[in-house]
C-alpha cells in the first residue's frame, strides 16, 4: 500500500519560510518521480516543483528562485524549501508520486 505523508506545514508571516517534508512507503522511492502540488480556496491544484528520480528539478513560474525541490532517497523522503513565502502561497500543499499517488496534503497560511 502507497502513502505519502506530508509534515511541516503551518502559518508563516510573509517573508518567511517553512521547510516540507513528504515521506513515502510501498513505493521504490529511489526511481520515483515525485513532485509538490498545492491548492488555494476556491481555486484548482497547481504545480509547484517536480524532481526525477536522478535529481534533475523544474518549478511553477510562480515559485521559481523562491522554492527548492530537494529528495533523500535514504530517508524515502522528498523536501520542498520555501522561502520569501507571499500571501499568495497560502493552500493546501500535496506530495504526489509517479503523478498517480497522492499524499493528503498539509496547509500553509501565510499571513500578517
Known amino acids: 500500500q502507497v502513502q505519502l505523508v506530508e509534515s511541516g506545514g503551518g502559518e508563516v508571516q510573509p517573508g518567511g519560510s517553512l521547510r516540507l517534508s513528504c515521506a513515502a512507503s510501498?513505493?521504490?522511492?529511489?526511481?520515483?518521480?515525485m513532485g509538490w502540488y498545492r491548492q488555494a480556496p476556491g481555486k484548482q491544484r497547481e504545480f509547484v516543483a517536480h524532481?526525477?528520480?536522478?535529481?534533475?528539478?523544474s518549478y511553477g513560474d510562480s515559485v521559481k528562485g523562491r522554492f527548492t525541490i530537494s529528495r533523500d532517497n535514504d530517508l524515502n523522503t522528498v523536501f520542498l524549501q520555501m522561502n520569501s513565502l507571499q500571501h499568495e502561497d497560502t493552500g493546501v500543499y500535496y506530495c504526489?508520486?509517479?503523478?498517480?499517488?497522492w499524499g493528503h496534503g498539509t496547509q500553509v497560511t501565510v499571513s500578517s
Open positions: 504526489c508520486a509517479q503523478l498517480t499517488y
Open positions: 510501498g513505493i521504490r522511492f529511489s526511481t520515483s518521480a
Open positions: 524532481i526525477t528520480s536522478s535529481g534533475s528539478s
